[in-house]
Nanobody, 116 residues
C-alpha cells in the first residue's frame, strides 16, 4: 500500500519562497510520473505541476516560471520549489501519481498560506 507524506508548507509573505516535499513508500517510485496538486478553500483540487519518470516537467500557466518540480528517486521523494509566491497560491498542497483518477490514496497534504 502506497503512503504519501507531505511536509514543508507554512506561512510566507507575498514574494517569498517555500519548498514542500513528499515522501512515498510502498511503490516502485521511479517508474511513475508524479504530480503536485493543490486545493484552495471552496475550489476543486488541481494539478499544478508534474514530472515524468524521465524527469520531463510540465506546469499550469498560473505557476509557470515560479514553481519547479523535481524528484529524487533514491529517496523516493518529490519536491516543489515555489518562488515569488502570491496570495492566490494559498492552498493545501498534495502529491500523487498522475492519472484520472490519481493512482494512490491522498496524504494529509501540507498547508501553504501566502499573506502579509
Amino acid at each position: 500500500q502506497v503512503q504519501l507524506v507531505e511536509s514543508g508548507g507554512g506561512l510566507v509573505q507575498p514574494g517569498g519562497s517555500l519548498r514542500p516535499s513528499c515522501a512515498a513508500s510502498g511503490t516502485r517510485f521511479r517508474i511513475y510520473a508524479l504530480g503536485w496538486y493543490r486545493q484552495a478553500p471552496g475550489k476543486q483540487r488541481e494539478l499544478v505541476a508534474h514530472i515524468s519518470s524521465a524527469s520531463t516537467t510540465t506546469y499550469v500557466d498560473s505557476v509557470k516560471g515560479r514553481f519547479t518540480i523535481s524528484r529524487d528517486n533514491a529517496k523516493n521523494t518529490v519536491y516543489l520549489q515555489m518562488n515569488s509566491l502570491k496570495p492566490e497560491d494559498t492552498a493545501v498542497y498534495y502529491c500523487n501519481g498522475v492519472g484520472s483518477p490519481p493512482p494512490w490514496a491522498w496524504g494529509q497534504g501540507t498547508q501553504v498560506t501566502v499573506s502579509s
